[in-house]
């Protein structure tokens, strides 16, 4: 089965910095594209960053832009995203998935980022 689970979250202040992981499993890892989305009870589900199957090709959020960076690493099964200059707004569930299409049925259990003082 296809298999996601997120790690790195943690309470930090605003200026802080995480590293978050998502170990897949499952599927060949290194033929398809990545997302990172995060989830808040207001906003829902909106996707933060995309990586291409190498690597080489990244997307952003405008909201996330100069301050999150996507990274893989075909060899692990595992994808990252290096989160500096955390902001409250920044506050939610991160979780990873496949893109462009998810795999629904295979949803992490998330890893909650939470910024405030």
């Known amino acids: 089965q296809v298999q996601f689970v997120e790690s790195g979250g943690g309470q930090v202040q605003p200026g802080g910095s995480l590293r978050l992981s998502c170990a897949a499993s499952g599927f060949t890892f290194s033929t398809w594209a990545m997302t990172w989305y995060r989830q808040t009870p207001g906003k829902g589900r909106e996707v933060v960053a995309s990586i291409g199957t190498a690597g080489r090709s990244t997307n952003y959020a405008d909201a996330v832009k100069g301050r999150f960076t996507i990274s893989r690493d075909n060899e692990k099964n595992t994808m990252y995203l290096q989160m500096n200059s955390l902001k409250p707004e920044d506050t939610a569930v991160y979780y990873c998935?496949?893109?462009?299409?998810?795999?629904?049925?295979?949803w992490g259990q998330g890893t909650q980022v939470t910024v405030s003082s």
């Open positions: 998935n496949t893109f462009p299409r998810v795999s629904s049925g295979s």
